[in-house]
């Protein structure tokens, strides 16, 4: 059953689609309530948890600036689904060789594609469109060069490329027992250099001006200024480069998928969708900066993706266009506890047992994800039936991790 509260203890209202959350997380939203430049409310969806200065699963409105911290550093970080013509019984009784090829055409952790490989290939030319724009901003900016070491190499490599983290891969079953190709990546380390640059930039652009805040990672540029301008133009680059990212791995794994599984399509919408951006949008007959950390856009017929954790089921959602959470809804599961946390509480036995039935790493390296690391997506569910509705159940056969 949904839930909603709504706290009044900063200068705008605070709605919460949860009675799941945490101090740190609260303390974040009030935070982010006391800013003059939020307007009319703020919204947290049901997987909220503490963040770093903004809180995941919150959607934030903003009049004339943008928090670049809010936006964070996997910037465009989102998912991709696709629905094709096989069906659970066409794939083959061990999924170990479907994985490793996957792994194979699919750079994933800390791994890219070789710039040999790459240079004058079909994968340099699906980047190419991106170049003119990154020299501009780059020309203004020169410090984002320096913060990644082989810069114009590092960028085009890292195109098609999954990540660590809680970014994965995934083949997956619905309700019809039609198989389904899902994955979760954002803009890699450009995004995460060009982040981190406006981060900091804002911070002392809020010292110069002697701006006290509530926490010194909620500085924001103010629309009409340069800084305000070129993180616009940055952050539209990243988020570009992140839905190409997705798409070309995309691409990827159904190649892979191609060679081992009989003949397939791919059937019905591709869905590809941003939870980590900002975006202008009118609300209220109010043009507004929209910024969704953790949380993905549910207008009235969108379809969207809310994936669960590695051993629980997602979902492909509608939206219902609710002007309460600014159109949106929840962009996951939400973590329950740190990464640390879960690595000195669970074991390798534990993954085994969470995992069981599902193809993928069993091993020390990703006890982080394990799946009591995350809320229940049936609950988070549960919570926003007045956010989305379901239009899809989707339960996990292969699961790539970095």
């Known amino acids: 059953m949904p839930i909603k509260q709504t706290l009044h203890k900063g200068q705008v209202p605070v709605h919460i689609y949860t009675d799941d959350i945490e101090h740190e997380a609260l303390q974040q939203l009030l935070n982010i309530a006391q800013l003059p430049i939020v307007h009319p409310h703020v919204a947290a969806m049901p997987d909220v948890h503490a963040g770093i200065g903004a809180t995941v699963g919150s959607v934030i409105p903003t009049r004339s600036a943008i928090i670049p911290a809010a936006v964070g550093v996997d910037i465009g970080c989102g998912m991709n689904a696709v629905r094709t013509t096989l069906s659970a019984s066409q794939l083959p009784d061990s999924l170990a060789r479907v994985r490793s090829a996957i ?3 699919v750079p994933v952790g800390f791994e890219q594609h070789e710039w040999n490989k790459v240079r004058g290939s079909q994968h340099a030319r699906v980047g190419r469109p991106l170049n003119d724009r990154l020299d501009r901003i780059v020309g203004k900016h020169g410090g984002i060069m320096k913060m990644q070491q082989k810069f114009a190499q590092t960028w085009i490599c890292q195109i098609g490329t999954l990540g660590g983290g809680n970014h994965f891969i995934e083949l997956c079953i619905d309700e019809e027992e039609r198989v ?3 994955l979760h990546s954002g803009s890699r380390g450009i995004g995460n250099v060009i982040g981190r ?3 900091a930039a ?8 002697k701006m006290h805040l509530p926490d010194k990672d909620l500085a924001y540029f103010s629309e009409g200024s340069t800084l305000f301008d070129d993180y616009v133009e940055a952050v539209d680059w990243a988020q570009d480069y992140a839905m190409i990212n997705r798409r070309e ?4 794994v159904i190649g892979a998928l191609e060679k081992h599984l ?3 399509r791919l059937d019905g919408e591709a869905i590809n969708c941003h939870h980590n951006y900002v975006s202008r949008e009118t609300h209220g007959n109010e043009r507004l900066f929209i910024t969704r950390k953790g949380a993905i856009s549910a207008q009235e017929g969108e379809l969207g993706i809310i994936p669960g ?5 997602s979902y492909i959602v509608r939206g ?3 002007p309460d959470s600014f159109c949106s809804c929840s962009h996951g599961a939400g973590r329950r506890m740190s990464r640390t946390e879960a690595k000195r509480r669970f074991s390798r036995i534990d993954l085994e047992q969470q995992t069981s039935g599902i193809e993928c790493r069993k091993d020390g390296g990703v006890i982080d994800e394990i799946p009591a690391a995350y809320k229940n997506i049936d609950e988070v569910m549960a919570h926003q039936t007045d956010l989305v509705e379901v239009v899809h159940t989707l339960r996990q056969v292969i699961c790539v991790k970095g």
């Open 197 to 199: 640059y406006f981060i």
């Open 202 to 209: 804002a911070r002392k652009d809020m010292e110069r001006h």
């Open 320 to 322: 219902k266009g609710n």
């Open 262 to 264: 009989p003949p397939f």
């Open 249 to 252: 791995m995309m691409r990827l």
């Open 180 to 182: 389904w190709v899902m």
């Open 103 to 105: 792994e194979a055409a």
């Open 309 to 313: 954790s590695m051993g629980a089921r």
